[in-house]
């Protein structure tokens, strides 16, 4: 068995016209808090605001640097632009931090679909190949049919080895 890595590509954007949706483009990561107060990078889109009005993921990890949501501001209102600007009206509100990393399949798993970042992964730099497109989500990137024919290959390899071992064995005790 070898590992592969982890496919960090990107996936098709699917319109959600959830104002607080945002599927990224391009190789960046977005900039989260985790509750334990490290920071993390996440490619999950699906963001809400908490019972403060900051915006957060859907499992509650906040965006770094906070943004915060005025009360009398509905999250109707809300825009976000391809830069992660975050409006209401012609009201700039704050910015989603947007991040790359050299090496992203490096980056080590944390809680609820983020990452931390490591020697290996690299230090996060502010994103230049990335867009923010506002009002969707970012779907899987996994190909159903090819990781079918891939664990269907691993299994046929697998019985083929546990058959040869056998064969193996059965020999060595037989000829001696």
């Known amino acids: 068995a070898a590992s592969i890595g982890r496919d960090m590509s990107e996936g098709a954007a699917r319109r959600t016209d959830r104002p607080l949706d945002v599927a990224l483009q391009g190789p960046g990561f977005l900039a989260v808090r985790l509750a334990n107060g490290k920071d993390a990078l996440t490619r999950d889109g699906n963001l809400k605001l908490d019972a403060?009005?900051?915006v957060a993921t859907s499992t509650g990890e906040l965006v770094a640097p906070p943004v915060k949501i005025p009360k009398d501001v509905g999250e109707?209102?809300?825009?976000?632009?391809?830069?992660?600007?975050?409006?209401?009206?012609?009201?700039?509100?704050?910015?989603?931090?947007?991040?790359?990393?050299?090496?992203?399949?490096?980056?080590?798993?944390?809680a609820n679909n983020t990452f931390t970042?490591?020697?290996?992964?690299?230090?996060?730099?502010?994103?230049?190949h990335t867009a923010v497109l506002g009002?969707?989500?970012?779907?899987s990137?996994?190909?159903l049919a090819s990781a079918m024919v891939q664990m269907l290959e691993s299994q046929r390899?697998?019985?083929?080895?546990?058959?040869?071992i056998a064969y193996e064995m059965r020999g060595c005790s037989y000829g001696t």
């Open 52 to 54: 403060q009005g900051r």
């Open 76 to 110: 109707a209102d809300l825009a976000i632009g391809r830069d992660g600007t975050i409006s209401a009206g012609s009201k700039v509100l704050g910015r989603l931090r947007i991040v790359e990393v050299p090496s992203p399949g490096q980056l080590s798993p944390a």
């Open 117 to 128: 970042v490591n020697a290996m992964s690299g230090t996060p730099t502010a994103a230049r």
């Open 135 to 139: 009002g969707a989500l970012e779907d």
């Open 141 to 143: 990137n996994t190909d």
């Open 157 to 164: 390899a697998f019985q083929l080895a546990s058959r040869a």
